[in-house]
């Protein structure tokens, strides 16, 4: 993934309101509002990656540069992160969405419905609906995907592609009756011990941390990945 057109490919790092949460989306090509019908020609269809978990939309980024690179920059490649898996630094703004100014906050937004429903809100108010939608689901965001076009229909997907995909009812299998309500306790305690301990920890820290952690899996990103160490990340 290292080529020299991918190296070449244009990356955007936006920030919106979405749910009354703090949203990341990296957008690989020149495309950055959709409504705005100046500039450049309006793309027919859009790749929309649906992270799994961790769903921090960095990790994808090599993934999408080569994606675009096969479609030779014929649509766009959007990644989505999770729902309070970033947070707006402060040398960026918070973009909104004139098309939808009065959103309301959605109900457990970092609970798996709740992820559900922020992609709903996301599409609906940033996708034109004459742009077709390709989704690319990753593990549990194909369990999102497939949510999504069941809650949405009006949504103009045309093809999607599930990877890895986590579909079943893993919360009835043996393991899963014994995961699940230790699982869902053990959130609250990542919620409290975050809250304790990263959350008063300065940026250098946080950023040392996380850099050690992914050299351990070989994993380098060319954008900031301290929001790993969020609440809501750690616990979602």
């Not at 997907?157 to 009812?169: C, D, G, K, Q, S």
Request: net charge positive; charged share 20%.
């Amino acid at each position: 993934m290292a080529s020299e057109v991918e190296d070449g490919v244009p990356v955007h790092e936006e920030f919106f309101l979405c749910g009354g949460v703090e949203t990341q989306i990296i957008k690989c090509g020149p495309w950055t509002n959709l409504f705005d019908k100046q500039g450049v020609s309006k793309p027919k269809h859009l790749i929309f990656v649906i992270p799994g978990n961790p769903g921090l939309s960095p990790f994808y980024v090599p993934f999408a540069k080569a994606l675009y690179s096969l479609v030779k920059g014929h649509f766009p490649v959007w990644i989505i992160s999770h729902a309070g898996f970033c947070l707006t630094p402060k040398d960026k703004k918070i973009l909104t969405a004139p098309q939808e100014p009065n959103a309301q906050e959605i109900e457990d937004i970092y609970g798996l419905n709740g992820q559900i429903e922020h992609k709903i809100a996301f599409l609906r108010a940033h996708v034109p609906k004459d742009v077709k939608l390709i989704f690319i689901g990753h593990s549990v965001g194909s369990y999102i995907a497939l949510h999504v076009m069941n809650r949405a229909p009006e949504l103009p997907v045309v093809h999607t592609f599930l990877l890895f995909p986590t579909i079943e009812r893993m919360s009835e299998s043996p393991n899963g009756k014994f995961a699940t309500p230790f699982l869902c306790r053990f959130r609250y305690m990542l919620y409290a011990a975050s809250y304790l301990i990263f959350k008063p920890c300065p940026e250098m820290i946080k950023s040392f941390i996380v850099q050690k952690v992914l050299e351990k899996m070989s994993f380098k990103s060319e954008l900031r990945l301290t929001d790993l160490l969020q609440p809501f990340c750690l616990a979602y």
